[in-house]
DNA sequence: CTGCACTGCTCAATCGATGAAGCAAGAATT
DNA sequence: AATTCTTGCTTCATCGATTGAGCAGTGCAG
């Protein structure tokens, strides 16, 4: 046996007294404003010493709770589980360390009352500033803030009462489908419309994109088959479903696809390989969204990677400007390769 | 323009005053206890309705310093950028909040130096435990959260000063190089010694996984080449390097692969793509950890799945029972598809 | 009518860190 | 010698929530 017990947690109390000075001696000195408050350097040095030799960490609570600002920042994200939210928590996480912010991340798993909940226990611990990820009802999070003290920022979906910062959907969408035209265009001889798939037809960001689709068949003559627009959801089997449904009214697939996410291309992928089309009639895809496996799949996939990096700068702009002040839509281009 | 100033904190002084009670009273009933506190369920309503009009949430600095335990559970995680991490930190979270906890994460990009700033920030917000995960220096860690009144685990990678949660790395290393050894043996009607590729030699995981690679070649007496055991690291490129050098001296590659994570593969996969062998002569691999895209990729790709959920609920168990008594290895068999 | 139990609250100390205000002793100025 | 200034500290109130102790008022038994 062997037991781990953990010491007691040292106070500022406990090193003043193995210093023989005071608690407030001590809280100047590890705060660095020692000089502000007139501590000589022999004791500041002493200070120093023996808090290291104790494996002194301040108490944030305490700290905090006496400070005014907390430089606590939040975030709410849908999920971890593909690049793009991966990337988002990861940068911001960098970014926020950058600038002397503790950021605090919670998923909330695309369910409306755990986002909910979530941001309430975020306001709890005195976050500053909160933003909202993907959010189901990014409104409803804005108001708790604003009546908690805080302020907030809508990423990747936009809401009405806060500043949001997305993806510039439509023209990500408008040229991403120009591409896919034209790749399948070069393979197969014509230009023929494409399939969009995926998403929710509810959601700013794919409204965006069907709009973008829509524009880019436009802009090169194309007719969109109406019935060929499937904003069936984002989940992979909803993907599959939806395919599975067209191939039984139509007989086949078209020949170009435009999937809205690397979740629903997931699905997408699934059907094709164990569908019952050869392999040389596989389709030209485009795929709003990055993921570095599909990049190296023997398809030739074009994929608009979100612009992460960008997003996140103009979040820390506007956290470090201080400026809330009225609610501006910021549109990040997106990236191809 | 639109002024979003965020009003002033709600407290427990003010909702006392709008209720013509005292805070203790409003304090008592907010956190449920207010039967213990003979409370009357009139005036319990009455400030529960007032709280939630004045849209209250504790201040958790105030709380937690008064209190002697945090609740809080904090993780580190080297990464976010692949599904096995993911995984761990979305599966983590959950399973915390089920239990009451409030988890905390905090990326540490495989920095030595920024691990330890991040386990010490950890100690400031008064964590009850820490889980390292995949960290470079557990007992480092360790060794501060005893310093700091924490307990701590390891996760994925293990330590020797506290217990440690990890994969079966031996045996699922053993049963996939198995698998891979057979799915090759089919392909090309002959047992043939595998290319171990992958991961650090230092490491414990990596080390372990050898031995189950060469444990599993003998199992069916093949021969291993011991220069055909590459442990160069878990970077993408460090992978194709590897391969490039082995091409360059020995003009090809052999025709089955044990790669390491799914990082390594993703450079194993792009120098495949690139490289001037021809389609059919695509080695057969195994890889130990999964990913929905590769699971599509042309290639039969034999995976080795992490437990993840097996492995939280080990970790779980353990802070639930509150033992971090004697410093155990618990090892968590991997699975197949 | 006194004593005791019970109900329904309030008071005040406390958690640890912070910083404005103040104090004592020596140095410098008049 | 009397005064101001400067240095180097300490004292104490404070942040908001929690909780042991205590205090009025009512009900009921003896």
Same mark, same amino acid.
């Given at each position: 046996?062997?037991?781990?017990?953990?010491?007691?947690?040292?106070?500022?109390?406990?090193?003043?007294?193995? #210093?023989?000075?005071?608690?407030?001696?001590?809280?100047? @000195?590890?705060?660095?404003?020692?000089?502000?408050?007139?501590?000589?350097?022999?004791?500041?040095?002493?200070?120093?010493?023996?808090?290291?030799?104790?494996?002194? #960490?301040?108490?944030?609570?305490?700290?905090?709770?006496?400070?005014?600002?907390?430089?606590?920042?939040?975030?709410?994200?849908?999920?971890?589980?593909?690049?793009?939210?991966?990337?988002?928590?990861?940068?911001?996480? !960098?970014?926020?360390?950058?600038?002397?912010?503790?950021? !605090?991340?919670?998923?909330?798993?695309?369910?409306?009352? *755990?986002?909910?909940? &979530?941001?309430?226990?975020?306001?709890?611990?005195?976050?500053?500033?909160?933003?909202?990820?993907?959010?189901?009802?990014?409104?409803?999070?804005?108001?708790?803030?604003? &009546?908690?003290?805080?302020?907030?920022?809508?990423?990747?979906?936009?809401?009405?009462? &806060?500043?949001?910062? !997305?993806?510039?959907?439509?023209?990500?969408?408008?040229?991403?489908?120009?591409?896919?035209? *034209?790749? *399948?265009?070069?393979?197969?001889?014509?230009?023929?419309?494409?399939?969009?798939?995926?998403?929710?037809?509810?959601?700013?960001?794919?409204?965006?994109?069907?709009?973008?689709?829509?524009?880019?068949?436009?802009?090169?003559? @194309?007719?969109?088959?109406?019935?060929? !627009?499937?904003?069936?959801?984002?989940?992979?089997?909803?993907?599959?479903?939806?395919?599975?449904?067209?191939?039984?009214?139509?007989?086949?697939?078209?020949?170009?696809?435009? @999937?809205?996410?690397?979740?629903?291309?997931?699905?997408?992928?699934?059907?094709?390989?164990?569908?019952?089309?050869?392999?040389?009639?596989?389709?030209?895809?485009?795929?709003?969204?990055?993921?570095?496996?599909?990049?190296?799949?023997?398809?030739?996939?074009?994929?608009?990677?979100?612009?992460?990096?960008?997003?996140?700068?103009?979040?820390?702009?506007?956290?470090?400007?201080?400026?809330?002040?009225?609610?501006?839509?910021?549109?990040?281009?997106?990236?191809?390769?």
């Amino acid at each position: 046996m062997n037991h781990q017990r953990p010491q007691k947690k040292t106070t500022i109390y406990d090193l003043a007294e193995l #210093a023989g000075t005071s608690a407030s001696a001590v809280s100047a @000195v590890l705060n660095g404003n020692w000089k502000k408050r007139r501590i000589s350097s022999q004791l500041a040095d002493k200070i120093t010493k023996i808090a290291e030799e104790q494996g002194y #960490a301040v108490n944030m609570q305490a700290s905090l709770l006496r400070r005014d600002k907390s430089r606590i920042i939040g975030m709410l994200v849908p999920k971890y589980d593909n690049r793009y939210f991966g990337s988002i928590v990861e940068t911001f996480e !960098i970014m926020a360390r950058e600038r002397g912010l503790f950021p !605090i991340i919670t998923c909330t798993l695309r369910n409306p009352e *755990l986002e909910v909940e &979530a941001a309430r226990t975020m306001l709890s611990y005195q976050v500053e500033w909160l933003i909202s990820t993907g959010a189901t009802d990014p409104d409803r999070i804005t108001d708790l803030c604003l &009546a908690g003290g805080a302020r907030s920022l809508n990423l990747d979906l936009p809401g009405s009462k &806060a500043t949001s910062i !997305i993806s510039d959907n439509f023209g990500g969408a408008r040229e991403l489908t120009r591409r896919t035209l *034209l790749n *399948l265009q070069r393979k197969k001889g014509a230009l023929l419309p494409l399939l969009f798939i995926g998403g929710r037809g509810a959601d700013h960001n794919t409204a965006e994109r069907i709009r973008g689709f829509r524009t880019a068949h436009q802009d090169l003559g @194309v007719t969109i088959e109406e019935h060929h !627009i499937l904003a069936c959801g984002y989940a992979p089997e909803k993907a599959a479903d939806a395919l599975n449904a067209l191939v039984t009214s139509e007989g086949s697939v078209p020949a170009g696809l435009f @999937v809205n996410s690397t979740i629903s291309l997931e699905g997408v992928m699934r059907w094709l390989k164990s569908s019952p089309m050869g392999i040389d009639s596989q389709p030209v895809i485009g795929c709003f969204d990055w993921d570095p496996f599909v990049a190296l799949m023997g398809h030739e996939i074009e994929m608009a990677r979100q612009d992460v990096a960008g997003m996140l700068n103009a979040v820390f702009d506007i956290v470090e400007s201080g400026d809330s002040g009225d609610r501006k839509l910021i549109e990040i281009q997106p990236i191809f390769a």
